[in-house]
């Protein structure tokens, strides 16, 4: 009975040694992070063309965010992997103004000062995507386009006005006014799609470079208040470079 427990154990161990060093051979854990522009598909109130007011002066611009996270790459076959991320994820949208009262001096003489509306919706997000190496598998880079869907809910929905910077001559800045921005759905739907770029492992690690476009499937706001008379339907584009080690 011991030898039959005995060898019973030591198939135990092997087959338990051989899936660890099969999981480690298949699963790439990694680090990304990187920068993020996104904008609105619709103006937003107070910037609704429809609604006139102070704010007619500003003109659509993007906000610029980071993102930052952690991956997870299973390898299928030598060409086909599935990915999973979990990320925090800043963007929204930015209108801009011409300040003429602010004079700034830059390298090349005077430029324009600008005030800025931002709106800060930052999500903390999951992507699932499918991968695809269209270099052959021998290759010391790879290449993968992949696409896939990802769910995120926002944890932090602000809105902050700022002015142009300046000093001296009697000038008075305006003080930064910052608010919460109500009405925003709490979990969202992206469709994404993109293209990252890599070596092979040196010591371990597997540096790469990821381009990615995503989209909102469903509107970013919940109320009309929040999105202009009646417009329910702002969706949200965002593209995202990024840097990232597989180990």
């Given at each position: 009975m011991?030898k039959?427990?005995?060898?019973a154990f030591?198939i135990?161990?092997?087959l338990?040694?051989?899936a660890?060093i099969?999981?480690?051979?298949?699963i790439?854990?990694?680090?990304?992070?990187?920068v993020?522009?996104?904008?609105?598909?619709?103006?937003?109130?107070?910037?609704?063309?429809?609604?006139?007011g102070?704010?007619d002066?500003f003109e659509?611009f993007?906000r610029?965010?980071?993102?930052?996270g952690?991956?997870?790459d299973?390898?299928i076959?030598s060409?086909?992997?599935?990915g999973?991320?979990?990320?925090?994820t800043?963007?929204?949208m930015t209108?801009r103004e011409d300040?003429?009262e602010v004079v700034?001096?830059?390298e090349?003489?005077e430029?324009?000062a600008?005030?800025y509306?931002?709106?800060?919706i930052d999500?903390?997000e999951?992507?699932?995507?499918?991968?695809y190496?269209?270099?052959?598998p021998?290759?010391?880079?790879?290449?993968?386009?992949?696409?896939?869907?990802a769910?995120?809910?926002?944890v932090?929905?602000k809105?902050?006005?700022?002015y142009?910077?300046?000093?001296?001559?009697?000038?008075?800045?305006?003080p930064?006014v910052?608010?919460?921005?109500?009405?925003?759905?709490?979990?969202?739907?992206?469709v994404?799609?993109g293209?990252?770029?890599?070596g092979?492992?040196?010591?371990?690690?597997?540096?790469?470079?990821d381009?990615?476009g995503s989209?909102?499937l469903g509107p970013v706001?919940n109320?009309a208040e929040?999105?202009?008379?009646?417009?329910?339907d702002?969706r949200m584009?965002?593209l995202?470079l990024?840097?990232g080690l597989?180990?």
């Amino acid at each position: 009975m011991k030898k039959y427990l005995f060898t019973a154990f030591a198939i135990s161990i092997g087959l338990s040694a051989q899936a660890q060093i099969s999981f480690q051979k298949v699963i790439k854990i990694g680090v990304k992070a990187g920068v993020a522009a996104s904008v609105f598909t619709k103006d937003v109130s107070p910037f609704d063309p429809r609604i006139p007011g102070y704010y007619d002066t500003f003109e659509n611009f993007v906000r610029i965010g980071g993102f930052g996270g952690v991956t997870l790459d299973y390898d299928i076959t030598s060409r086909i992997s599935i990915g999973a991320e979990l990320l925090y994820t800043a963007r929204g949208m930015t209108y801009r103004e011409d300040n003429d009262e602010v004079v700034l001096y830059g390298e090349n003489g005077e430029e324009q000062a600008y005030n800025y509306f931002n709106f800060a919706i930052d999500y903390m997000e999951l992507p699932v995507t499918v991968n695809y190496n269209v270099l052959p598998p021998e290759s010391n880079t790879w290449l993968k386009v992949y696409g896939g869907f990802a769910r995120g809910v926002a944890v932090r929905k602000k809105t902050r006005l700022s002015y142009a910077d300046a000093s001296g001559d009697g000038y008075l800045r305006p003080p930064t006014v910052r608010n919460e921005l109500r009405f925003v759905n709490t979990y969202v739907s992206n469709v994404i799609a993109g293209l990252k770029v890599g070596g092979k492992k040196s010591k371990g690690v597997s540096p790469y470079g990821d381009l990615r476009g995503s989209y909102t499937l469903g509107p970013v706001f919940n109320r009309a208040e929040a999105a202009g008379r009646g417009n329910l339907d702002t969706r949200m584009w965002t593209l995202s470079l990024g840097l990232g080690l597989q180990f």
